[in-house]
């Protein structure tokens, strides 16, 4: 049996182990790195574990304090940061490049992570980019982003990076984590896996959360239910209210918390001499707190309704599999006889037509059109096609 190591996580990814556990012994080590791969693919997951074997003594043990802190969000050198909105501004960056500037008060770097790079602004990519190519002595920056196009990160910052590319990770390998780390029946990791499409936190939400379960089921009931305009439009409106509803409960906490903290720094009941003068100049900070806070919950519905939109999509990628006899795994599994049926009925070309639309409303969605009007064209769209 191997030996425990901050990199057990990494699900399918010999060669990014590899690599990073020979950095972090000081082999092949830089102090920037960009993280890309498909959504899934445990970019963030390996930032992190890397900060960790960074910071161990033994280049990431998994057992020492070092290691317990930093993949617990407590190490007090390492910096995650975690975008919660459609974007990441320059105020922000130069704070984060501020702290990161520090020397080490605990371990052996002074660690920046920085998850969804792609949605800096322009200011603070430029920001970060002065940043990284004159890095303090002890300061190492984790980027992560999707890909090395230039259309989501500066081709001037990935020039400064040393770029370590992920793959999805096979089915097979995910069914393993869940079985091994979850204790589930490997017929149920298989189908969780399968079902993921590679996304090794869908798969593990799916095998635990009856809820993601209850949606995803919905989703894939909807190309039977589209009979008419009127079904169109109820069954959009469901996908919506659906994505929300999940959504909703996100960051309930975190925004009560966040709120009941500024009103409390900003003397919240208090009733001294600057009292009124305080609460008047209160109001804008709060303003601008509600507004973060409504951009990160409109950023988690669209994240929620773009997963609804990937397991629609995969219904009509595993028809038309189905169809032209592909020897290729499905999608979902549990749906074999739906797709086969739907494989029956409907042209190759009308199966291509579904997918388009739904593609096209993922990238509208994207380019901020209001995703009610964007899902009603998409149902349409499924059922004149």
Known sequence: MNAPSVFDELVGQDEARRVLSAAAVGDGMTHAWLFTGPPGSGRSTAAVAFAAALQCAQGGCGDCHECRTTLGGTHPDVTRVIPEG?????????????????????????????????????????????????????????????????????????????????????????????????????????????AAQGHVGRARRLATDPEARA????????????????????????????????????????????????????????????????????????????????????????DSLDRALVDLAAFYRDALAAGFGARVAPIHPDMADTTRAAAARLSAESLLRRIDAILDCRKAIEANVRPRIAVEAMMTRLWQA
């Open 86 to 194: 459609l974007s990441l501004g320059v105020d922000q960056v130069r704070g984060l490049i501020l702290d990161a500037s520090r020397a080490p008060t605990a371990g052996r770097w002074q660690v920046l992570v920085v998850e969804d790079a792609d949605r800096l602004t322009e200011a603070a990519a430029n920001a970060l980019l002065k940043a990284v190519e004159e890095p303090p002595e002890r300061t190492v920056f984790l980027l992560c982003a999707p890909s090395v196009n230039p259309a989501e990160i500066s081709v001037t910052i990935r020039s400064r990076c040393r770029v370590m590319t992920l793959r999805q990770p096979p089915a097979g390998a995910i069914a393993d984590l869940l079985v091994r780390r979850d204790g589930l029946d490997r017929r149920e990791a298989e189908l969780y896996a399968a």
């Open 215 to 302: 949606k995803r089921h919905d989703v894939l009931q909807i190309p039977r239910r589209l009979t008419g305009l009127g079904a169109c439009f109820t069954a959009a409106v469901e996908l919506i209210e659906a994505a929300e509803a999940e959504a909703s409960g996100t960051y309930t906490e975190q925004s009560t918390s966040e709120r009941e903290a500024l009103e409390t720094a900003l003397g919240k009941g208090g009733t001294g001499k600057g009292a009124s003068k305080a609460a008047r100049g209160s109001a804008a900070a709060l303003k601008e707190l509600e507004k973060r806070q409504k951009t990160r919950d409109t950023r988690a519905q669209r």
